[in-house]
């Protein structure tokens, strides 16, 4: 039987605090293929963007996809020991530039969905006047209502961590495309401006309604900013545009009392103190063995912020059982210590991990991340 949800588990643990009786598990979301697999359970597909799921709800329509996920996500968390349950609204921010590819992993899903980095939907100011830029009020009505679906179906303890549909530069990268976006850092900063802040408005807005709501234990912003060598763009791009939105987006958060947790992969080390001191994130998440193992991590920042989950994607997919459960233990030796630790994969549970290695890890936090640590 899993242990019962108790969401003071977590919070303790994004509040630097020891729990008082083992390390949270914590992912940013599972791949469907990953719950499905797990609960035999069918998640269904929904609609593609806000704007889609807004008319819907203009015609008194229900939102039935919500609601039967909402049912076979909490069985997932719930099974699995997490304390609280994720969702992401669909994205307010529809684009074309994506490509296609066939899916190798093994439980694989017809396609997989690539960024067309050569292309955007907006590289010119045109294109941006003739975007179809979501109203922030059908963002706000439609979050509310997968809150409600996903609210009706949690179990005493458990809490909801809703994670934003895309963030602050992942949103106007996508939108504009890498190298359209990366001409126009030079040739059109004002259209640069103006479409962080369009984005930034939005994402402020879904962050302020969703940590108003009761059931809402901690907000996460996925905004991928880096690579294994440093960030995409530099410093000064992101201390420009990128941070002073993702602070008040942390604010909107901190103002209703709720920690604020960012997922970001790539090595930060050289904006890190911006995001503690500026952005003023309570939690770190994603980490790579190969660049910035989350060992390393915890010792530098991990008395300032919580550190959350870091086992590693490529040891979760290849390392032998036997092996990865003595890293798993390693990991939990050097982070668990004094609390602000929760242990999960280091980016999501994607559908090309071990099944076999992401239960192990599960396991072995539940019977060695039990504290006192010994």
């Not at 990953?34 to 069918?42: I, K, P, Q, S």
């Amino acid at each position: 039987m899993p242990d019962k949800p108790n969401f003071e588990r977590l919070r303790w643990v994004l509040y630097l605090e020891e729990p008082q009786d083992r390390v949270p598990l914590y992912d940013l979301y599972a791949d469907p293929e990953v719950v499905e697999a797990l609960t035999d359970g069918r998640l269904a597909g929904g609609p593609g963007s806000v704007g889609e799921a807004a008319a819907a709800l203009r015609k008194g329509e229900r939102l039935r996809d919500a609601e039967h996920n909402a049912r076979v996500l909490v069985k997932f968390y719930l099974k699995l020991g997490y304390d609280y349950v994720t969702f992401s609204i669909p994205t307010p921010f529809p684009r074309t530039n994506v490509l296609l590819a066939d899916d190798t992993a093994p439980l694989r899903r017809p396609k997989r969905v690539w960024q067309d980095e050569g292309r955007g939907v907006i590289e010119t100011r045109e294109d941006f006047a003739e975007y179809a830029w979501p109203d922030v009020a059908e963002v706000q009505e439609v979050f509310l209502a997968y809150y409600a679906a996903f609210k009706r179906e949690l179990p005493e303890g458990m809490e909801v961590v809703p994670l934003t549909p895309g963030g602050v530069l992942e949103n106007v990268m996508w939108l504009m495309g890498t190298v359209p976006f990366s001409r126009a850092l030079y040739r059109d900063p004002a259209l640069v401006e103006r479409m962080f802040k369009q984005v930034g408005k939005v994402l402020e807005s879904l962050c302020k309604v969703a940590s108003e709501c009761d059931a809402v234990g901690a907000v996460t912003m996925g905004d991928d900013m880096g690579y294994r060598s440093g960030p995409m763009v530099s410093p000064s791009v992101l201390r420009q545009y990128v941070f002073p939105w993702q602070r008040s987006c942390a604010e909107a958060v901190h103002r209703h009392g709720k920690p604020f947790i960012l997922h970001s992969c790539g090595n930060l080390k050289v904006v890190m103190e911006d995001l503690i001191n500026y952005v003023r994130i309570d939690a770190k998440h994603s980490y790579e063995d190969a660049s910035y193992p989350v060992t390393e991590y915890k010792g530098l920042y991990g008395d300032r912020i919580a550190i959350l989950g870091g086992v590693d994607m490529d040891k979760l997919s290849r390392m032998s059982t036997d092996l990865f459960a003595g890293y798993v233990k390693d990991v939990l030796k050097v982070c668990a210590p004094g609390g602000g630790y929760a242990l999960g994969c280091g980016n999501s549970v994607a559908n090309y991990v071990k099944l076999e290695n992401y239960l192990t890890m599960i396991e072995i936090g539940k019977r060695y991340g039990r504290y006192p640590l010994r």
